[in-house]
């Protein structure tokens, strides 16, 4: 990685491509992880790879609790976070379609599109929660490419795949996207 060797101003902006996702396979799936063989029994783990040009951040909200006294509203903290909602990521999908391939799987174990049913023979362990949960961290970049922020998802697993829509006039390369959820969000700032 390169290294920032400059005094940056305050006034240089953050910019939408500059981030990259990272997470390692959940337990579940390692049991059909194979480095060399592609078949349609198993996932290859460094197709995860992912070519991310969209995903959000969301919004953390700490509601305020109104409290009314003699006509007038005061506000105190619940001191609870809502729900974090969905996060939805946006790839592009590889030439041999391995990265749609492992999200795809992944959703398969949690309803096997052939039984209709939890594919609870691939999962290992007591444990079956944790077993198809991932940490999913997001890296904002600076102008360098260095890692200047983290959030980490944790316990993610994705809820939904988006389509693929093939267009031979743009030429432009194929994309999906897929949707998570997530327990926590934890953000950290990183420094080179």
Do not use: C
């Not at 491509?17 to 959940?26: A, G, L, N, S």
């Not at 790839?91 to 041999?96: L, W």
């Not at 991932?134 to 890296?139: A, D, G």
Request: hydrophobic share 30%.
């Amino acid at each position: 990685m390169s290294s920032n060797f400059y005094q940056q101003s305050t006034l240089n902006k953050s910019r939408a491509d500059k981030f990259r996702m990272v997470f390692t396979i959940p337990v579940a799936l390692r049991k059909i992880n194979k480095k060399q063989e592609r078949s349609n029994f198993t996932i290859k783990e460094d197709s995860m790879q992912l070519s991310v040009y969209g995903t959000i951040v969301p919004e953390i909200v700490v509601p305020a609790l109104e409290i009314r006294y003699t006509g007038s509203t005061l506000y105190n903290s619940t001191h609870s976070k809502n729900p974090y909602p969905p996060v939805t990521v946006n790839f592009t999908i590889d030439n041999e379609y391995n990265n749609y391939w492992v999200i795809y799987k992944w959703l398969n174990l949690l309803h096997d599109e052939k039984t209709g049913t939890f594919d609870k023979t691939n999962l290992i362990g007591d444990d079956v929660f944790l077993d198809y949960q991932t940490n999913i961290s997001i890296y904002g970049l600076d102008e360098y490419e260095n890692n200047r922020i983290k959030f980490t998802y944790t316990k993610a697993f994705p809820t939904g795949i988006g389509g693929i829509t093939y267009n031979y006039r743009d030429g432009l390369e194929i994309q999906s996207a897929f949707t998570f959820v997530y327990s926590q969000l934890h953000t950290e700032l990183l420094s080179t």
